[in-house]
Each structure stands twice: as structure tokens, then as C-alpha cells.
């Protein structure tokens, strides 16, 4: 398996979690963190290019932090003072091409792990 997602877990509302993304593959890839819920598409997340430079969908980066320790070949989200609406399973991906990560189009996904924010 190239890519490897941990840290899920059951959380009330206001509370942390941190993912972790095992990329085994490469690191010189782009990786990507993307959501979904029940019932709706695919999101990105939020995104990190090899340099290490982020990206956030809309308003999470109020919230969530991605960053990447290279020599760990792991790819981290922080994310705080979540909601219920944040409640989905939570996928990291990677590609090469940067594109393709903005597109929700990565050549490789790794199992998903779920998040669940309570009320």
C-alpha cells in the first residue's frame, strides 16, 4: 500500500484531530487531503505541493493546517475546532502533477479513515 491515512476518530464538537498520510511511494509527490460525506461528491480538503507550499478549499484554512515532514515521508491535517458538518471520511492522495490534485483527479488514493465530529 503507497499511502497510508490514520488518525480518524470520534470527536465532539470544538475538538482536534490530527491525520497522518504514510506516502510511500515517492517523495516528490504532491499530496492531497479530501473528504467525503454520505450522500455527497468528493471534496479537496486541502492540498500540499513537494515544496511544501498548502492549499485550503474555501474557509478551512481557518481550521485545518496541512504540512509534510519530507523525511517521514508523511503528510499531516491538522484540524481544529471541528464541526459536525466536518463528519466524513477523510482520503489522501498523490500525483506528480499539481493539477491533478486540485482536480480531485490524483493517479493514487490511499483507504480512507473516518471522522466523526458530535453535537
Known amino acids: 500500500v503507497q499511502l497510508q491515512a490514520s488518525g480518524g476518530g470520534l470527536v465532539q464538537a470544538g475538538g482536534s484531530l490530527r491525520l497522518s498520510c504514510v506516502d510511500s511511494?515517492?517523495?516528490?509527490?504532491?499530496i492531497g487531503w479530501y473528504r467525503q460525506a454520505p450522500g455527497k461528491q468528493r471534496e479537496l480538503v486541502a492540498a500540499?505541493?513537494?515544496?511544501?507550499?498548502?492549499n485550503y478549499a474555501g474557509a478551512l484554512a481557518d481550521r485545518f493546517t496541512i504540512s509534510r515532514d519530507n523525511a517521514k515521508n508523511t503528510v499531516y491535517l491538522q484540524m481544529n475546532s471541528l464541526k459536525p458538518e466536518d463528519t466524513a471520511i477523510y482520503y489522501c492522495?498523490?500525483?506528480?502533477?499539481?493539477?491533478?490534485?486540485?482536480?480531485?483527479?490524483?493517479?493514487?488514493w490511499g483507504q480512507g479513515t473516518q471522522v466523526t465530529v458530535s453535537s
Open positions: 500540499i505541493t513537494r515544496g511544501g507550499s498548502p
Open positions: 492522495a498523490a500525483d506528480q502533477q499539481w493539477g491533478q490534485i486540485l482536480r480531485v483527479k490524483p493517479a493514487q
Open positions: 511511494g515517492s517523495r516528490t509527490n504532491h
